[in-house]
């Protein structure tokens, strides 16, 4: 009795340690994955984005089973309505846009945070439709068990990399080829 008691904790310790590797090992894998997306574009469960001088601001809008005319309106930090924009006919499920990062008489608007609000016609009714911003991950914050890993957004602050909604992509800019010399 006395031996099958000492076998068991063995067993429950050995079954510890090996659950703390497992753990430790998805920790590791975790924080690889995160860690490609440094500089990626990320949709978050906000409607508030962040634009860079003289950049863009893209999103999705979920219109679910169907909206039309939709018209999105983008407020800075002060809650002054820079422009408003429109996407015209029938739209259903997540409608990507993207905001020219312009204000209504067409100047580039300051760097810094925007947030979108969007309404439409659904089922005959005007009325709001969610909206979700893109944020660029600077870096990334590695997680523990307790813990989870922490994406940090360019002028958005952290998110948990487990509310990320969708994965974008770099932003691309154009480069001008190099001219290569042949012997």
């Known amino acids: 009795s006395q031996m099958t008691s000492m076998s068991t904790s063995q067993g429950i310790s050995s079954l510890s340690t090996q659950m703390e590797s497992l753990n430790s090992l998805m920790t590791s894998s975790q924080a690889l994955q995160a860690s490609a997306l440094v500089g990626q574009n990320v949709l978050i469960p906000s409607n508030t984005g962040y634009v860079e001088k003289g950049g863009t601001l893209s999103g999705v809008i979920a219109t679910g089973d169907g909206g039309s005319n939709v018209k999105v309106t983008v407020k800075d930090e002060s809650g002054q309505v820079i422009k408003e924009f429109s996407i015209e006919g029938d739209q259903k499920g997540n409608v990507a846009f993207e905001w020219d990062g312009k204000d209504k008489d067409g100047n580039p608007a ?27 991950v600077d870096s990334v914050i590695l997680g523990t068990a307790s813990n989870p890993t922490q994406l940090n957004l360019k002028g958005l602050g952290t998110t948990s990399l487990n509310s990320i909604l969708q994965i974008a992509g770099t932003v691309k800019t154009p480069s001008t080829p190099t001219p290569t010399a042949s012997i």
């Open 110 to 136: 300051k760097e810094g945070k925007y947030t979108l609000k969007a309404n439409g016609t659904v089922d005959g009714k005007s009325e709001s439709v969610p909206i979700f911003a893109y944020g660029k």
